[in-house]
Nanobody
Framework: QVQLVESVGGLVQAGGSLTLSCVASGRTFMHAKGWFRHALRQEREFVAATTWCGSRTDYLDSVEGRITICKDNDKNTVYLKMNSLKPEDAAVYYC??????????????????WGQGTQVTVSS
């Protein structure tokens, strides 16, 4: 089995930066790793994803240029580096992985391993 553990989020002022990390333990190989977010009264939303080898990376249009997904396979860790944060970025952020369900995807249902979620709050 695999377990994903995210770092603690936090409260950030608009325009500020925050980096989330997600460490995998157990069976750590994943075809893809991604980050999703779920804001109050909204549907779960794709934020960013990357393949195991890093050959492909995708972002939600509204975060591109401000948020970067990167990974360190040696440390079994994927990061979400967030800059120029906006109040609309506030949400519970989840890291996720694809192990058995496919190779890559941008939809939450394509991911079969999930972290517990971490709250990010952005004050205006």
């Amino acid at each position: 089995q695999v377990q994903l553990v995210e770092s603690v989020g936090g409260l950030v002022q608009a325009g500020g930066s925050l980096t989330l990390s997600c460490v995998a333990s157990g069976r750590t190989f994943m075809h893809a790793k991604g980050w999703f977010r779920h804001a109050l009264r909204q549907e779960r939303e794709f934020v960013a994803a990357t393949t195991w080898c890093g050959s492909r990376t995708d972002y939600l249009d509204s975060v591109e240029g401000r948020i970067t997904i990167c990974k360190d396979n040696d440390k079994n860790t994927v990061y979400l580096k967030m800059n120029s944060l906006k109040p609309e970025d506030a949400a519970v952020y989840y890291c996720a992985g694809i192990q058995t369900g496919g190779r890559y995807g941008l939809k939450w249902f394509q991911y079969d391993v999930w972290g517990q979620g971490t709250q990010v709050t952005v004050s205006s």
